[in-house]
């Protein structure tokens, strides 16, 4: 008499269990922890890769902790999707400020024989920074806040470009520079 020790079927309930639990949870997690929503999604795979190699015991392991993790995403979206919101609005805060100190400190940017397309090149880089913040908070509203500070990242970091070329010629002219860069 043989007999076959170890689990000998697959483990389609508990696939069907985390695959429902990763669904039910993706695609709201995905706007706002798409790190997390990837990794479970990987860990479906993995699990799907012990199937297909017969590894019954390891795939089951690997699903009731893809469901775990599921139903606790789930459970702390909210406060997920929370942060993400914070963290959109700091960061469009920071570009704001950061635009403002540009354009105030535009204003003593040395003007001379030279510098007078230079100037005008970073006048228009603010007023197209300008235009670009309320694109920030159609984001927000639309709770698109990955790409809403994404965006506002890159507002803060232009406006800080701006304003260390304008302190760069204020150095060099002898001026002092009245207003410090925030990156």
């Not at 003593?108 to 603010?126: L, T």
């Not at 806040?145 to 506002?152: L, M, N, P, Q, S």
């Amino acid at each position: 008499m043989i007999f076959v020790v170890g689990c000998s079927k697959p483990p389609t309930e508990e696939l069907n269990s985390a695959k429902s639990a990763v669904d039910a949870v993706a695609p709201e997690a995905s706007k706002y922890v798409a790190e997390d929503v990837k990794k479970l999604n990987d860990d479906l795979q993995a699990a799907q890769n012990e199937i297909d190699a017969k590894n019954y015991k390891k795939a089951k392991e690997i699903l009731i902790k893809v469901k775990a993790d599921a139903d606790t995403l789930k459970a702390t979206l909210p406060q997920k999707k929370e942060q993400a919101k914070n963290n959109a609005i700091t960061a469009q805060d920071a570009a704001k400020t950061a635009v403002a100190d540009a354009k105030a400190l535009l204003t003593k940017a040395p003007k001379g024989k030279g510098s007078r397309a230079d100037i005008e090149a970073m006048k228009a880089d603010i007023k197209g920074l300008e235009e670009s913040l309320p694109e920030l908070q159609n984001l927000i509203d639309a709770e698109d806040y990955a790409v809403a500070t994404e965006k506002a990242n890159a507002i803060k970091e232009k406006a800080a470009t701006v304003s260390d070329q304008i302190n760069q010629a204020l150095e060099k002219v002898g001026a002092k520079p009245k207003a410090e860069t925030k990156k």
